[in-house]
């Protein structure tokens, strides 16, 4: 059975890249922040997380799992997450399209993992990361969600990126939220 030249295409583009972020916080509920030294986001501060291994058959709850131990080192299971977002963005940074899984960790992150590979660690008071250098997204769409929504609840966004300065988002879903 053949395919058409739509399903071919579809099936043959590797645009769009599945990913986790991953919100942990110490006793002291700071939030743990990655000075990433490695793109997207390069030098910009944001949670861990990374992208899903699709080859493997990854489900998001893996991969937040895999990315928050090979990043820190610190072991969590399915319990210790809340997926609270799903995220998807057309056209970030001009390259490409994004759909990610937003997961806040409830089991407090004791120690401040050493430098890796993927950047710098440090924890920080929710009330500062607004003024830090972090993703113009982050700052607009990501972190308005954890607010909302990273102790309970869910919400689906579609968020257009082609224009950074007039992000465009729809809510295509949502249950529970704080507000």
């Known amino acids: 059975m053949s395919s058409s030249p739509q399903e071919s295409t579809l099936q043959g583009s590797s645009d769009f890249r599945i990913s986790t972020l ?10 743990l922040m990655l000075k990433r030294s490695k793109a997207p986001n390069a030098g910009k501060w944001s949670p861990i997380g990374g992208k899903l291994e699709t080859s493997q058959g990854e489900s998001p709850f893996e ?27 057309k056209n970030y940074e001009n390259a490409g399209h994004w759909l990610m899984f937003l997961f806040a960790c409830h089991k407090p992150l004791p120690f401040l993992p050493q430098k890796g590979d993927e950047g710098d660690f440090a924890f920080f008071r929710r009330s500062n990361i607004e003024s830090m250098d972090i993703p113009r997204s982050d700052k607009t769409l990501v972190w308005p969600l954890f607010d909302e929504y990273k102790d309970g609840g869910f919400v689906v966004v579609r968020a257009n990126c082609s224009k950074p300065d007039k992000l465009q988002i729809k809510i295509e879903e949502s249950n529970g939220g704080h507000n």
């Open 22 to 31: 991953v919100f942990l916080r110490n006793p002291n509920e700071e939030l």
């Open 63 to 89: 991969c937040a799992i895999r990315e928050t131990y090979e990043e820190t080192g610190f072991e969590i299971q399915e319990p210790d997450l809340h997926l609270f977002a799903c995220v998807s963005e």
